[in-house]
T-cell receptor
């Protein structure tokens, strides 16, 4: 079983729609959860992190965490073509270390 | 403020040769990390420096890989001798916080071993 699982996609949504990206993880001891965006050929860029169960909102992005279900998601409202990228989910055990374990990423395509 | 820089951007070498990758973190960032992404796989952690000290090198695949960070500034990652399975993209990241939540990634070095 992979430690961090993501559907590779591509996930295709129309411009203006909500894009929902999902991630499950296997380590129940995980404490910190991250979403990175990576444009093709570029470096990963941290867009959100979340530690507590529930929702965390930042602009058009909302991260949702459910530790009981070992599930973390990223919602992108009012999707724009510029949001087209690969979204990487990462988790870490925290407790003094934020070394992330990455998933393989989900490719998102927002079409006009 | 300049971001994390890496050199070279690409490297093509033959099996058995040596390659040295360089990373310059954001100025003032004590934490420096190396990661690798093999094609089709996820990004994997290699090691973590705090200033010049290796904090965690649990991800280093074998003793053909040697990382250094003399003086706590830039870091080098040497692969000697390179094998075919070492091909991939090597990312460096740096962070300012003690716990390193917000890591800034460099553009990566694309290494191809033939």
């Amino acid at each position: 079983q992979k430690e961090v699982e993501q559907n590779s996609g591509p996930l295709s949504v129309p411009e203006g729609a909500i894009a929902s990206l999902n991630c499950t993880y296997s380590d129940r001891g995980s404490q910190s959860f991250f979403w990175y965006r990576q444009y093709s050929g570029k470096s990963p860029e941290l867009i959100m992190f979340i530690y507590s169960n529930g929702d965390k909102e930042d602009g058009r992005f909302t991260a949702q965490l459910n530790k009981a279900s070992q599930y973390v998601s990223l919602l992108i409202r009012d999707s724009q073509p510029s949001d087209s990228a690969t979204y990487l989910c990462a988790v870490s055990r925290g407790g003094g270390s934020y070394i992330p374990t990455f998933g393989r990423g989900t490719s998102l395509i927002v079409h006009p | 403020e300049a971001g994390v820089t890496q050199f070279p951007s690409h490297s093509v070498i033959e099996k058995g040769q040596t390659v040295t990758l360089r990373c310059d973190p954001i100025s003032g960032h004590d934490n420096l990390y190396w990661y690798r992404r093999v094609m089709g796989k996820e990004i994997k952690f290699l090691l973590h420096f705090v200033k010049e000290s290796k904090q965690d090198e649990s991800g280093m695949p074998n003793n053909r890989f040697l990382a250094e960070r003399t003086g706590g500034t830039y870091s080098t990652l040497k692969v000697q001798p390179a094998e075919l399975e070492d091909s991939g993209v090597y990312f460096c990241a740096s962070s300012q916080e003690r716990l390193g939540e917000t890591q800034y990634f460099g553009p990566g070095t694309r290494l191809l071993v033939l």
